[in-house]
């Protein structure tokens, strides 16, 4: 597989490093700018698979720099990191293109799953998954394509992570996934991480597809294990 290469553009030297530090560790190439001059320069020379782009440089606005890579790239994702206050910019840079954004200070496991999951998520729409996905079970029908579901409490709207945990559970349905496998295969992460996230997931998705979230017939916990997603339950 082709290691990944991410643009980071970031002045502030300490979180540079250590931004830079663990995406190698990740398995990711980096190239790092201080300054919004550098960071286009950079941009013109090759071609990268993620942006990180910090707002405040010295010598220009990250929102600038989005728009301009935008306008260059209509396909390369652009995570922004803005600091607290920065609401305004935060909305601007969104309209401008940007895919996602991160609040400094922020945890540096957050930090690499939005990396992972932009990542993902640009892989997803290639065009090899452009195939219809439709999922049918307890009076619901999910479509993964475009992430609808009409269920017996409404529609829903589902996003890109609940989709990508909704198809591994289906393609592997019937069996016991730990959460580990859940988490590596959902978000890209390692197993002693961001476990919580998991849970709420699973609660969101029995509040959308059970009939009684409290009393699981398909998403069902593996205690001390994981989750099972059973597509048709044993009546009783
Ligand atoms: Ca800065």
Redesign the pocket.
Known sequence: MKQPHILLV???TH?AQGLIFNLEMEGFLITHAETGAAAMEAFHRQSYDLVVL?????DSHGIDLCRQMRKESSQLPILM?T?LGEEQDRIKGLKEGADDYLTKPFNLDEFLLRVHGILRRSAWYQPTFNKEEIYLFNNNRIDLRNLEAVTTHGNICLTELEGRMLRTLFANEGETLTRAELLKSVWGMSADTETRTLDNFIVRLRKYFEADPAKPKHFLTVRGRGYRFIREPEQG
């Open positions: 970031e002045d502030e979180i910090d707002l405040m440089l010295p990191l600091a």
